[in-house]
């Protein structure tokens, strides 16, 4: 079982940044980040695959060039750093992991197991 808890959501003016960490009971290889606004889809927005020295990131559209993503694996933590925020990030924002390495590790929810319980992120406009 893997457990992932959600911290650094909250209301950034647009145009700020904002760090967001997900805090893992245990390694896993392939770790994204998704968000749901109200009446919308969960968007998967980033995903990275770790495999010792190896990594690679993939990232939505709507999200490239103003978020990154990384893992601290010895923290076993993983972030969201989101810049240049745009009211239309508001949501609630959910990391998840499953086993899936390279290009496998995918910003599709549905190859994701585990999921913490979300933090909200609200840029107002």
């Known amino acids: 079982q893997v457990h992932l808890v959600e911290s650094g959501g909250g209301s950034v003016q647009a145009g700020g940044s904002l760090r967001l960490s997900c805090a893992v009971s245990r390694y896993t290889s392939c770790m994204g980040w998704f968000r749901q606004a109200p009446g919308k889809e969960r968007e998967g927005i980033a995903a990275i695959s770790i495999d010792g020295l190896d990594s690679r990131a993939t990232f939505a559209d709507s999200v490239k060039g103003r978020f990154s993503i990384s893992e601290d694996v010895v923290k076993n933590t993983l972030y969201l750093q989101m810049n240049s925020l745009k009211p239309e990030d508001t949501a609630m924002y959910y990391c998840?992991?499953?086993?899936?390495?390279?290009?496998?590790?995918?910003?599709?929810?549905?190859?994701?197991?585990?999921w913490g319980q979300g933090t909200q992120v609200t840029v107002p406009s």
């Open positions: 998840a992991a499953n086993w899936r390495y390279g290009a496998s590790c995918r910003t599709e929810a549905a190859d994701f197991g585990y």
